[in-house]
């Protein structure tokens, strides 16, 4: 591309280059990286999320709902795939600060095991849900990448973690994930996608300018090494391991209406976000936060929950 004109028209090219600027780097986000963006500052984050902190598409199941419900809601979506049982033991790969396998364990009795990459998330939940607990089940948190888990657990729940993974990653992804599951094993996979050729097409998505230097920035800037998937990118990979896709819920609209709710967060406490952090961080996150919110609003990206069902 030669021209700077951000009206000019790339759709020709658009669904290649789209993919190609994805694929280019296909290893996924190590530990320093996914740290970079999520051991910021605690503080930070919870000036503009939710009170549970929770870090990925809400879901405004009733309209009047508030940022808060919304990712409750979501959260008990999530779980609701699941058919979990009392006494089960749930493996949340990246649970962020702790928010779903703390409702798993409250609301369905079960014991949980969560993944993340970030020291502060895993202390978060150390001092907050895990010091707190009064129960019998078992809470365990681990800095520990889903690569180098090893054991059998009943269910899987993924929540906003898969995009940090990598293309070449996804084979072992959903063969590991197959084989630590009983049977009778579901994994709920919940993701951020970017659209089929055909979408592209259809929808007339130009890939302006502006476009490829946002996405450039998020891939420097705000999730280095991450990648999105096309969705038949996780059914195909899915399926070839074993499992089978029982339902794709798409929230798209959700989306925005997420990230809209944080960046007016964020701009609404911008002295506290600059103070506990700097002018640079602040600017740098309010223009991820509107520029995502943007590419849901216009179609360039979408979020799908999958149910992976072992047998
Ligand atoms: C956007 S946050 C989502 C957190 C949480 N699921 C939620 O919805 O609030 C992504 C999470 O994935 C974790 N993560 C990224 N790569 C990972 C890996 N290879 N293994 C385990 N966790 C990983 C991060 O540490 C972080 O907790």
Redesign the pocket.
Known sequence: MTSSNDTQDFTPKAESAWLAKSASQTRG?DKKE?QFH?DISNEFFKLWQDPNQ???CAYFEKDDYNLEQAQMAKIDLSLGKLGLEPGMTLLD?????G??INRAVEKYDVNVIG????EN?KQHIEEHWLANYKGDRTMDVRLQ???DFSGQVDRIVS???FE??GFNKYDDYFKNTFDWLPDDGVQMLHTITIPEDTEIKAKGLPLTMSKVRFIKFIMDEIYPGGRLPLASMVTDHAVKAGYTVTQEQHLQPHYVKTLDTWAANLEAKQAEAIEITNEEIYERFLKYLKGCADLFREGYTDVVQFTLQKA
């Open positions: 986000s996914v999520y929770v870090y990925s790969i990246g649970c962020g600060w928010a779903t993944l993340t990459l970030s998330q990448p889903w690569e929540i906003g973690a940090h993974f």
